[in-house]
């Protein structure tokens, strides 16, 4: 008997092929672990959201028994903030009781195959069991990424080409044989490979009906000539939306201030609608292929994306392109997983737009400025940066059906009349000659006179649409004194007025140029904000109601700051950045004590990375549940790091007098923070990065804070 597990929907294809290639005459029991206990946690129902359901699943036959694990764990662990040991024995103690119930004795089985993710609770409770397992990676090189989430194992599950070999606990890894990454540096571990691609082409008819029952699948008849879309898991699109703080309001102003699942799928449903209107003729047959985890049916899709919207089997689409046989007319894939699906279409009819998550609600003024380059200007010579250059570039070929091509810019472009650049910002980095078309404020300072506004308005008839219909501002600048063509340019910008129906965004756009009274009065302000922030920094500098934060806020330059005033105004900030810099300028006064609980966490700017490598911490690593211990006496540093999931502690006399103890945890190895001072724990030992600033000369801490940079609201904790 064999007992695979799947940790989650979209690992259940690997399963099934290597099942079916593997072990077909081979009895097998398939584990399932899906929350169906607790709505707020993410993985909330996974089977039903995915579309699959049990009895169907149980009607292949492929398994002699099908058992599903009510409860996750782990994730609930890390949102009720439980201690780790309460949730190990917890973990533990479930299974315990599930496979008691079943009876089931894991220890007799032939073999275990488990599916991986970072907090898959199987995985661990075979591990704390010690029973010998197989893990498999779930996709290309993914072994590169989940190999820092797990102490222990750190291997996925997937079965697209594999190799095995042993490792250091009791599982054993399996790979694809196309990770490259995977394999060039475990190579001298491989025992054996299993070549996905090859097993799925030799599946039998009788096996793919086994397999098309287990999804309910019913074969359609799709239409010719169709545009197929293939989309992605809104949670990943959700997570990289919110590392932008505009996107991260905009969702907030939309959608509330809860962030789960429905908030993603919302945002994703956007960028869709976005994709159809750019990129499609309304009306036009389309073929939408949901992920696992989002799955909807063809009445919500219709209600979506009109009646010429058809929803695609929940086959996975490796199966799916076994049968599939339809011409299509393009794909827009939002999933990079699915290039083999596509790989029979010419490369100008794959529409690749992974980059819309980050760009998305910036696509109507990239939209209204490419129109009026090209509707105003002969040959414009576009630059922009990533992540606006690839979908400049769709629409200038999908879209207006241009050659004109957008490239990516430097600082030694050539600057002519015909040279504009398509920003996010007006960056000091851009060459001050050019022209500059930017949709979200300033980074250096400008003079008024340089500046234009185009208004975009946006009207619907409908009740509900997933956009802002706030008005939205598309800036220019231009240097006026450089050339004479710039007044002609201002010129073509009085007389502009463009109009834009998007039928599926459900939205009719206008852009037009404000009075300049108005103008004048929007462009004063974005000034004025930008006096108030740090020079050069993508965060602004959180504004306080203390006259002292508000002192350091109107001169945004810390080193204008006296040491006696930064200490003062130090427990009053809550931008890591500024933090931060203070924090460098008092390193050779005060002593500054640090330590990471849990993960110091992904939201951890490069920049701010640098910082904290000023201060003196050399070691810092903010990777994935690193721990980290540092203390800085006056400029001196020692500290320390280590693998993830362990534990680091340092300590230091200061003066003869002061006992300065600094020990680090992550989660799965403790997870706490301490900063003790004469054997007192000041630390406010909240996940992230803890700090206690100490004057040792008046014995006295001056602040103790935690900066939750794992968070997406990038908490702060005193």
Known sequence: MILYYAALPVHLQSILVHKMTLHPDEEAILLFQDDTETEMYEGYRELEGSGLNLKSMCKSSIFKNIIVAQTFISRKAQYDNLQISDMNDHIVNSFDILFERLNVQLETLDTIYVTYEHDADFSFYLEERCIPHFVIESGKNDLSRLIAMNPKIGFPLNFENHVFWTLDGVGQAVIRSDSEDTLKHWGNKIKAVFDYNQALAKLTDNQLSQIYIFYNHIEIDYPEQATMI???????????????????????????????????????????????????????????????????????SKQLFGPSAQVMTILPIDFLKLRFKQ????????????????????????????????????????????????????????????????????????????????????????ITPQTFILAEFLDPNFNRSANVIFFNGIRRDVSIQNLNILEIYKNTDEAEVFFDLSSENLYFYHENNIWDYNDRLVEKLNKISITKALPYSKIQLKAKLPSYKKQYEILSTMLDSWKLSKLESDMEYVRSTLQSTQYLVQNYLVPSLSKEEMSAVLPNITDFSAYLDILYELRGKHVIVIAVRDTAGYLILAEQREKIKKIGFEKFDSSTQIPFSGISNQGEVIEQTGPQNTNTSVDLLINAKDIIEVSSSPFKSGNYAQLKINDHDYAVNRRGINIVVYDAEKSKVLDSVAFDMHDPQMKVYR
Do not use: C
Request: proline share 4%; hydrophobic share 40%.
């Open 327 to 414: 011409k299509l007319k393009k794909a827009i894939v939002f999933a990079s997983t699915a290039g083999d699906f596509v790989s029979e279409l010419a490369e100008e009819q794959v529409l690749l737009t992974e980059d819309m998550g980050r760009t998305h609600i910036d696509y109507f003024k990239l939209y209204i400025a490419l129109r009026f380059l090209i509707e105003n200007f002969e040959n414009p010579i576009i630059y922009a940066l990533p992540p606006y250059l690839s979908q400049i570039n769709l629409l200038l070929r999908h879209h207006f059906e241009t050659t004109i091509e957008a490239q990516k810019y430097h600082n030694a472009i050539e």
């Open 230 to 300: 293939l989309l992605v898991n809104p949670r990943g699109k959700h997570f990289w939306s919110i590392r932008r703080s505009e996107l991260s309001q905009f969702l907030d102003k939309q959608f509330g201030s809860k962030w789960d699942y429905q908030l993603a799928s919302k945002h994703l449903w956007a960028q869709e609608q976005l994709a159809f209107d750019f990129y499609t003729e309304y009306g036009e047959p389309l073929m939408l292929k949901y992920h696992p985890r989002a799955f909807r049916d063809d009445v919500k």
